[in-house]
């Protein structure tokens, strides 16, 4: 156990989800609990973050997240749409996602869901791509 678990008693909790197999909580505050999912999602190895409670993942946050990863092929389109519009804006060509970011995460919330891009090039600059219904709504950059 590390030193912030030595002074805080925190320790992780396991649970295995009938969906998702064994996941491990990242946070726990009181009765909340940030749970980890270790996925293969469009070719990359990701984490998903999602909420629920010490008995396991919100049903709500699992039915948007189960929706999104049934969808892949849908899911790959409207993030490349919205990337590619960002590029756009820049006056840079786009050739694909797979050429210019690796996903690095997927994190679930009441109305969606948002996937992180690093960029390849630099690795400087992630692009959060927020989705409602499995259709992007907007990018955020963070340097």
């Known amino acids: 156990m590390g030193i912030f ?10 649970t295995t989800d009938p969906d998702f197999g064994e996941i491990e909580s990242f946070s726990t505050r009181g009765n909340d609990v940030g749970w980890q999912i270790n996925k293969r999602f469009l070719q990359r190895d990701i984490e998903i ?13 699992k039915r948007i997240l189960l929706n999104a990863l049934n969808n892949e092929a849908k899911i790959k389109s409207e993030a490349e749409k919205a990337l590619k519009e960002q590029f756009k ?26 996937m992180a891009f ?6 400087n ?9 499995n259709k992007q709504v907007g990018v955020s950059m963070d340097g």
């Open 5 to 14: 678990g030595k002074l805080f008693k925190s320790k992780k909790l396991k």
């Open 49 to 61: 973050l999602i909420s629920g409670n010490k008995d396991g993942i919100s049903q709500n946050l």
């Open 89 to 114: 804006n820049a006056e840079m060509e786009f050739v694909s996602i797979e050429h210019h970011f690796d996903l690095k995460g997927i994190s679930v919330n009441d109305v969606g869901f948002e």
């Open 118 to 123: 690093q960029e390849k090039a630099g690795q």
């Open 125 to 133: 600059y992630f692009f959060n791509v927020h989705f409602e219904n």
